[in-house]
């Protein structure tokens, strides 16, 4: 049991209500609640209800129109993904110009690398967090062979002090001033996927231009977590996916940001397709490409259009939202659950390794736990109490109270399964 009393909770989800009724919310196999408190939502987001009749809608276009779809469907085929693109920018803090949704979020990276990763001379590096995603880890070694470079040498991990968990921006700035003469590209996650911690992403931007290298931004846990404004932070680059905070089903497209410095530079190296060309120029079938100075020039094939309704549906969501909105709620939840946290892991041998203050974190709470596994502590936590988090092997549970539908009765739910699970010490 934790001290805070269930009540509290109910309070105040009554006075903060959030967006849950949007959402469909997965049953619970185990527990004593008919609904699962679904704190996975840095994983995988849920199902929006407006989901499904607009994905439906698509197919029929499909049933009806055949191909004169592309042209005559609702929202026709040809432009659909110009539908995306507003919202998009929207959430990321960037101009429509600057945005496209299109691809997975580890294939965008590599395309965007092509263009953004130029090696020459001493000036080689990449420097990634060493917690960085193995997708992005393989990603860039992959395209330090590409350039025909060791990435052993090529690719630098930076690491937290010992004895600390989290990256300090003053190390990184320090690494910058030191080698930032030999950094060709500097990609790191805006919100760290494992510790949760939020970097500051103007700060290491600015620092990275000024020693000479190029600055692209994994946000696979930050879009759609925390505000952004790419533009006026001066990010050259940036990618992230749709189906953890955004909701948009498992697999779902991508985003990127391309900032309006580059568009239109021609001596940007690029892989280009019909999609890359001036929408006026598709079907003149032309041998060479005439590309829009826009972000849509790094589109390459046709888009998904089943694939793009979920992401327009969520999009639409939190356009209509904001992210200042539910920011605001987002700190409020997960401050809730840091306070149960707090109780749960004092005489447990459980650490949060998530940064205590606000301003460097979105709503994920990274818990350490120091005796057994974090599969097992989650399947029992899903079986026995109907709470889903998820466990990152061999020692991290990830527990994300999202803004638009966990609630603080769910952080209370963590809180109660953790007391029950793990036994006290001593
Ligand atoms: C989720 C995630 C990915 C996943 O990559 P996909 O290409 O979408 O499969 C990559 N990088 C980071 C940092 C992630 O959090």
Known sequence: MTNIPEAEAHRLDAADPG?????????????????????????????????????????????????????EAERPWLP?????????????GARPEETVVMNSLTVNLHLLMVSFYRPSGARTRIVVEDTTFPSDSY?????????????????????PRPGEENLRTADVLDYLARDGDRVALV????????????????AVTAAARAAGAVVGWDL????????????????????????????????????????????????????????????????????????????????????????MGPVRTSLELFDSVGMTALRERSVRLTGFLE?????????????????????????????????????????????????????????????APVPLYSTYHDCWRVADALAATVAEEG
């Open 339 to 399: 306070r149960l946290l707090d109780e749960v892991t004092a005489d447990r041998p459980l650490t949060v390794v998530t940064p205590r203050d606000p301003d460097r974190r979105g709503c994920q709470l990274s818990v350490r736990i120091g005796r057994g596994s974090a599969a097992d502590l989650t399947k029992r936590l899903r079986h026995e109490h109907g709470v889903i988090a998820d466990a990152r092997e061999p020692d991290i549970v990830r527990f």
């Open 139 to 159: 990603a860039v070694r992959s395209q330090a062979r590409f350039h025909g470079l060791d990435p052993d040498d090529t690719v630098v991990r930076l690491r």
């Open 220 to 307: 696979a846990h930050a879009a759609g977590n925390v505000p952004l404004a790419l533009h006026d932070w001066d990010v050259d680059f940036a990618a992230w996916c749709s189906y953890k905070y955004l909701n948009s089903g498992p697999g779902a497209l991508g985003g990127v940001f391309i900032h309006s410095r580059h568009l239109g530079d021609r001596s940007l190296p690029r892989f280009e397709g019909w999609w890359s060309t001036d929408p006026a120029t598709r079907f003149e079938m032309t041998p060479v490409c005439r590309p829009l100075p826009t972000a849509d020039a790094w589109q390459v094939s046709n888009p998904p259009i089943f694939a």
């Open 80 to 92: 659909y993904h110009e539908l995306l693109t507003g919202p998009a920018a929207r959430l990321v």
């Open 187 to 202: 990609l790191l996650g805006g919100v760290n996927y494992l510790t949760g911690e939020l970097m500051d992403i103007p």
């Open 19 to 71: 967006y849950r009724a949007r959402f469909h919310i997965p049953p619970a196999e185990g527990g004593r609640y008919p609904e699962v408190a679904y704190l996975a939502g840095n994983s995988l987001g849920l199902q929006p209800r407006a989901t499904r009749d607009e994905l439906l809608a698509d197919l029929d276009a499909w049933r009806t129109l055949g191909v004169e779809g592309h042209l």
